[in-house]
């Protein structure tokens, strides 16, 4: 059963860039599509990006393509987001998310497709 831990949140002005990381404890990492979602307060959680495994394909929600770049490093069982050209919309708490499905964006971008999530990490961007 993996566990993930994120890092990386914290407060910043709108512009900054933040990089956020998720490490797993599963040994079998690579076999896994990663995933981070956002959720603002009073808000539904939404999709931000995902890498699937294997090829690596990535995939991103329409409100942070551009700006997000998601990537993984197998060798330290770990996934990052960079997030950059930062905006106060963008505040929420991030979560790193694993799952086995099909590396298809309609699958990963469903947050029902993941089976195992982190407690997720705080990001407030101000204005």
């Known amino acids: 059963q993996a566990q993930l831990v994120e890092s990386g949140g914290g407060s910043v002005q709108a512009g900054d860039s933040l990089r956020l990381s998720c490490a797993a404890s599963e040994r079998t990492f690579s076999r896994y599509s990663m995933a981070w979602f956002r959720q603002a307060p009073g808000q539904e959680r939404e999709f931000v990006a995902a890498?699937?495994?294997?090829?690596?394909?990535?995939y991103y929600g329409d409100s942070v393509k551009g700006r997000f770049t998601i990537s993984r490093d197998n060798s330290k069982n770990s996934v990052y987001l960079h997030l950059n050209s930062l905006k106060p919309e963008d505040t929420a708490v991030y979560s790193c998310?694993?799952?086995?499905?099909?590396?298809?964006?309609?699958?990963?971008?469903?947050?029902?497709?993941?089976?195992?999530w982190g407690q997720g990490t705080q990001v407030t961007v101000s204005s």
């Open positions: 998310a694993a799952t086995t499905a099909a590396p298809a964006f309609f699958i990963l971008s469903r947050a029902a497709t993941y089976d195992y």
């Open positions: 890498i699937t495994r294997i090829t690596s394909t990535t």
